[in-house]
């Protein structure tokens, strides 16, 4: 670089009256910089956690009252008829022949019940579905972070409420709502009957069965025939065949369609078993989907396909059909939670212009079956009295929306309580602050007849308290994503002080012009201040019962700026030297600062947007090879082929991020990518052993004992070229379904373990020392690897020695250009006892370029967010036995092996370039800070499982990476410590 950059130009020696001495200075700094990571650490390691305080709140509360209804239920008893994955085009629509699919279902629809589109919000999911209908809220979004079939909470449903319960299905879904309810009886099938291999359609006939046998058994049970006769009973019956056949078959194949027919005969069936058992026309049937399916066979999402499930409902209170000469279906007030716009048009080959359709939330189901048989809603529920389907009196209407109203107001009002009686300054809500006031004057309409009015006003009034709901459910976002903001930009200020003050120049330009820079005459004061602040929130938080994490995050923001402050007179002396320079000088170092500010975000916000699509880096690289080229073109004075090698280098590994995540086998692959290590390692031998006498080479090469290192060298391409024979020999023992030989077992475990161990014996120059790794670590990958993976590991090995090669003309160039006058402050640069020179400016791209390879080490090969995105074939070739354990570190390790040679490049780099190791992580965990940052605002609690699971994986990476980055530095560190490199002047000195 020429000349010094700015404010970060010649590192000095001197410092704080701490530190007169360099062995004191060393230890006082040693110390401070422990103390440092080891806060970095434990502030990720807290806020890392405030999501799950501000996304992942539960919704639920307890404490309230159910409502009950002030009206007579219409129907006795419920029949609900869920058929797991079922869509809705597949149900409605004709197939091939012009026949429909579900002839009884549409018979009903057009003779004695309603129909519409439920709309399932994601997770399109069976268990958050199921949840949806039955307890009539959307899944706890801290579902996520326990587990599929665990329940985070105790929930309210239609099953608590009723007398009895009989439910009949899936393992996976039926004991999660009657598994702890003593007042029901139920059954489900061993999950071994859920075989992808076979007709799935038999599982529905299974509940079927149960439920025929159940009715069969209360001829001669009188208990049980007393209990059937009762009211408020519910009947659950999971139809999980279309599920299970979409998985395998996908949802257009023959298969699943006919399972469609399936169901319908099996409500068929159930309808008339009913009917003839009880003969009282006081049974209400609901039939309805948990969620639908994608055309290649998966769910979770929120597309149509997946979110459309049809609602059929008839018998006891349901209202019938409505003629319709348009195409048109009712008018709801409500907005639909999967954004569907209102009143779509039904499509023709439906068949159902004629019928009045009625599209509701998923969670209005649990309202309308509730208001059937005239039990009090769940108490958590969410949903909306879908008024369309029920067929009550004009009175009995208005009490039922009413019901609904009150129920969701005594959520609202129970949260409100809990808030209003821990917080000392409260903000309420003010929309619902006259709500008792509402609810008399609906009394007072009620008692005047005026139905129509009472109707639209509860109805009002119950928008308002799920607005109100929602309300309380982020009351404390604002004041929390400020805390964690505020704690992540101190971090990222107090380690820039840090590294301004230990790895610039600024301490020596300081110190001389004023040595008060560096007292600490008020620090007692400011830690008081700090104490002060500090214990007057912690007893406003105490007060008003917060959790305890809530303490260690505003504890841990305190703290890093009563850091900063205390560092006042620095910022202060930073802040005048600014001003003091010349307006040209300044305007020129502002714009320096600026450019580096706009050039650091800039690259980091592409990267933030590469953990959505990894093909960025395609751009990415195909942009770095051309300018770096273009650079090296018309810097380097003399012929070189290194323009060519790095626009090549960047191009290649530009290919990789275009394959796809998942891994397709192809042992030729892996085979020729052995040979091809084999070669890169070779021309990096040839340049290391005739190149050691140039100037331009000084830094990468190093003079070792010849027949030791290329004994060393042989061995590894040796073991490399066995690695890449072993590949086809293990893999067609498996191919064969034959038994892995404990011979090729123990050869593949030796050459892996034998390769790691050489480099550390390898020559001590840079280049040396870099092939032998790049050599070392080849063999374990070669053999777990399983198709492209292998030959992104050479390219990324190529443009790694792109960068190498890059930063070396860099400084060649640098040190070339520089002038006579100036060679001498450059040896003034170094410090003595680490032989290192300051930061500056423009060693910036250093961390940056480690930021761009890093990630493409994440994203390379597949999305290191998710391990279960890599195939576990991987692992075969050194164990076939189940070891769940060793398979997981194997494929770990085989993840590990591109950053762990992005470490070792970046430490070799700075030792080359002379700059600080700590200093540059410093500024590498500043720039993950940053993405850090953005992901804190990503992450999602709305969306299917993978979205919310990817957002919070984003966030909980880039979290970790202080400490990821800090533990691959102390392994890589066998590697890479003894690393030399040789100086201009020794050079100069023995041609002398």
């Not at 769940?378 to 009995?396: A, E, H, I, R, Y």
């Not at 027949?707 to 067609?732: D, E, G």
């Amino acid at each position: 670089m020429r000349g010094g950059d700015g404010i970060l130009g010649v590192r000095s020696s001197a410092r704080s009256p701490e530190a007169n001495s360099p062995k004191i200075r060393t230890q006082f700094l040693g110390r401070r910089e422990k103390w440092l990571v080891i806060l970095g650490v434990a502030l990720h390691a807290i806020y890392m956690l405030s999501i799950f305080d501000i996304y992942f709140k539960t919704p639920i509360v307890h404490g309230m009252e159910p409502v009950t209804p002030r009206f007579s239920a219409p129907a006795k008893r419920l029949v609900l008829l869920v058929a797991d994955g079922l869509r809705a085009d597949k149900f409605f629509e004709p197939d091939s022949n012009g026949s429909y699919r579900a002839p009884f279902l549409r018979s009903v629809i057009k003779e004695r019940g309603r129909w519409g589109v439920s709309h399932a919000r994601p997770p399109t999911e069976s268990r958050p579905g199921h949840v949806s209908i039955i307890a009539g809220f959307y899944e706890d979004p801290s579902a996520v972070t326990k587990g599929w079939k665990a329940n985070p909470v105790e929930f309210d449903s239609v099953f608590n409420r009723s007398r009895h319960t009989f439910a009949f299905g899936s393992p996976d879904i039926i004991p999660i709502f009657c598994g702890a309810l003593e007042h029901s009886t139920w059954n489900s099938y061993p999950h071994e009957y859920e075989d992808f291999a076979t007709d799935a359609s038999f599982l529905d006939e299974w509940s079927l069965d149960q439920f025929e046998g159940l009715l069969n058994r209360s001829k001669e049970d009188v208990k049980l025939k007393q209990l059937l006769q009762q009211d408020n009973l519910v009947v659950f019956l999971h139809l999980l065949g279309c599920d299970s056949n979409g998985h395998a078959h996908r949802p257009y194949s023959t298969i699943y369609l006919n399972n469609v027919r399936v169901v319908d005969q099996i409500a068929e069936r159930v309808y008339n078993l009913v009917q003839n058992y009880f003969k009282d026309n006081s049974t209400a049937f609901v039939f309805t989907a948990d969620h639908g399916m994608s055309d290649k066979g998966s769910h979770g999402d929120g597309h149509p396909s997946n979110t459309d499930t049809p609602l059929v409902a008839w018998g006891a209170g349901v209202r019938p059909p409505v003629r319709t000469f348009e195409n048109h279906h009712h008018e709801n007030t409500v907005r639909f939670v999967d954004d569907h716009v209102h009143d779509m048009p039904t499509p023709a080959d439906w068949g159902l212009n004629g019928f009045e359709r009625q599209d509701v939330n998923q969670a209005d189901i649990a309202p309308l079956m509730s208001t059937l048989v005239g039990l009090p809603c769940p108490v958590n529920s969410v949903g909306n009295l879908p008024l369309g389907f029920v067929n009550l009196s004009k009175v009995d209407e208005v009490e039922a929306v009413l019901a609904n109203t009150k129920q969701i107001l005594n959520q609202f009002l129970r949260k409100l309580q809990l808030k209003q009686s821990n917080l000392l300054r409260f903000k309420p809500f003010k929309p619902l602050n006259d709500y008792s006031f509402v609810l008399d004057q609906i009394e007072h309409l009620i008692s005047i007849s005026d139905y129509e009015a009472a109707k639209m006003l509860s109805e009002n009034l119950r928008s308002l308290a799920l607005e109100g709901l929602h309300y309380f459910q982020t009351y404390d976002w604002f004041q929390l994503m400020t805390v964690i903001s505020l704690g992540y930009l101190g971090w990222m200020v107090y380690l820039m002080v840090h590294v301004l003050q230990e790895y610039t120049s600024l301490p020596r330009k300081f110190f001389q012009n004023d040595q008060s820079v560096y007292l600490q005459t008020n620090t007692k004061k400011i830690y008081f201040l700090g104490c002060l602040l500090m214990g007057l929130v912690c007893v406003i938080l105490l007060v008003e019962h917060s959790p305890p994490l809530y303490h260690a995050y505003f504890a841990m923001t305190i703290f890093l700026w009563v850091r900063i402050f205390r560092e006042y007179r620095f910022l202060r002396a930073l802040w005048s030297y600014m001003l003091g320079k010349e307006i040209r000088y300044f305007a020129k170092l502002l714009a320096k600062l600026l450019a580096s500010f706009i050039v650091s975000v800039f690259v980091l916000e592409i990267l933030v947007k590469s953990f959505m699509d990894r093909k960025i880096y395609t751009w990415i690289f195909l942009i770095i090879g051309v300018f770096a080229s273009v650079y090296l073109q018309y810097s380097m004075p003399w012929g070189s082929g290194l323009p060519v090698f790095v626009w090549l280098a960047c191009w290649f590994l530009s290919i990789f991020t275009l394959m796809p995540a998942e891994i397709p086998d192809n042992t030729k692959l892996v085979v020729s990518s052995g040979f091809m290590i084999v070669i890169i390692g070779v021309a990096s031998r040839y340049l290391d052993m005739y190149s050691r006498e140039s100037k331009f080479w000084l830094s990468l090469t190093h003079e070792v004992q010849k027949s030791k290192s290329n004994i060393i060298f042989l061995f590894q391409v040796l073991l490399v070229a066995f690695s890449a024979v072993m590949v086809p020999l293990s893999t067609y023992r498996r191919t064969e379904k034959q038994e892995l030989l404990v011979l090729h077992q123990v050869i593949n475990w030796s050459i892996a373990g034998i390769s790691i161990v050489l480099p550390l014996f390898s020559p001590t120059g840079l280049l040396s020392r870099l092939t032998s790794i790049f050599l070392g670590f080849a063999p374990a990958f070669l053999l777990l690897s399983i198709g492209y993976e292998a030959v992104f590991y050479g390219a990324l090995a190529l443009a790694l020695m792109a960068w190498i090669l890059f930063e070396n003309a860099y400084l060649h160039i640098s040190q070339t250009s520089k002038s006579s006058s100036s060679t001498s402050a450059m040896e003034d640069d170094l410090i003595l006892e680490s032989n290192e020179r300051c930061l500056r400016l423009s060693d910036m791209r250093i961390p940056l370029a480690f930021m761009v390879f890093f990630n493409i080490a994440f994203f390379g090969t597949g999305n290191f967010a998710s391990i279960a995105s890599f195939e576990i074939s991987s692992v075969y070739r050194f164990i076939t036995i189940f070891n769940p354990f060793l398979m997981a570190a194997l494929l770990i390790f085989k993840l590990l092996i591109p950053f762990m040679l992005v470490v070792c490049t970046f430490t070799a780099i700075t030792k080359m370039v002379k700059v600080p190791l700590l200093g540059c992580y410093f500024l590498v965990i500043i720039c993950s800070d940053i993405m850090t940052v953005h992901f804190f605002f990503l992450v999602r609690n709305t969306g299917s499982w993978m979205e919310i699971g990817n957002s919070i994986s984003h966030f909980g990476i880039m979290s970790a990476q202080v400490v990821f980055v800090l533990l691959l530095f102390a392994v890589t560190t066998l590697y890479t410590k003894h690393i030399q490199i040789r100086s201009s002047k020794r050079h100069s000195r023995k041609h002398m």
